[in-house]
């Protein structure tokens, strides 16, 4: 696991106005642009490290396929929202690939991680029903 800066100053200050005028707008916004926000800032994160040097063929074929369905809530909203606990679950995995091959006990290698032990690995991404926008099934 390289622990080298990837990400310039200017990036990391590009994400962090992102995310909180993401959290600012979400207040006024129907429920589910928050969770479109929230995924177009992990693109924009994968980008970034691709951009920074990051040689990961898993973060490349994440960020492909995040880029390419994030849109979908525009459009196929069903579609989109089954896509959220796939790319949830796609993520621990890979948290938990990547702990196991440095040897690690981490929370990701015990099971600990939100990620395994939450919404990703039950596949209800969303929190309780009750917290879910309406229509979000899954």
Same mark, same amino acid.
């Given at each position: 696991?390289?622990?080298?800066?990837?990400? %310039?100053?200017?990036? /990391?200050?590009?994400?962090?106005? =992102?995310?909180?005028? @993401? /959290?600012?707008?979400?207040?006024?916004?129907?429920?589910?642009?928050? @969770?479109? !926000?929230?995924?177009?800032?992990?693109?924009?994160?994968?980008?970034?490290?691709?951009?920074?040097?990051?040689? +990961?063929?898993?973060?490349?074929?994440? =960020?492909?396929?995040?880029?390419?369905?994030?849109?979908?809530?525009?459009?196929?909203?069903?579609?989109?929202?089954?896509?959220?606990?796939?790319?949830? !679950? @796609?993520?621990?995995?890979?948290?938990?690939?990547?702990?196991?091959?440095?040897?690690?006990?981490? /929370?990701? /290698? @015990?099971?600990?991680? =939100?990620?395994? !032990?939450?919404?990703?690995?039950?596949?209800?991404?969303?929190?309780?029903?009750? +917290?879910?926008?309406?229509?979000? %099934?899954?």
């Amino acid at each position: 696991m390289n622990q080298q800066r990837v990400l %310039t100053e200017e990036q /990391a200050y590009e994400l962090l106005a =992102h995310l909180v005028a @993401s /959290a600012d707008i979400c207040r006024v916004e129907p429920g589910f642009y928050g @969770s479109f !926000r929230l995924l177009d800032a992990a693109s924009r994160l994968s980008g970034f490290l691709l951009a920074g040097g990051v040689r +990961d063929r898993w973060l490349q074929q994440f =960020h492909q396929e995040v880029q390419a369905k994030k849109n979908w809530m525009m459009w196929d909203r069903e579609a989109y929202l089954a896509f959220l606990p796939e790319a949830a !679950r @796609s993520v621990a995995a890979e948290m938990m690939r990547r702990q196991a091959a440095a040897g690690g006990q981490g /929370a990701a /290698a @015990s099971g600990q991680a =939100h990620g395994e !032990r939450g919404a990703a690995a039950s596949g209800q991404a969303g929190g309780d029903a009750g +917290d879910r926008p309406e229509g979000l %099934t899954s």
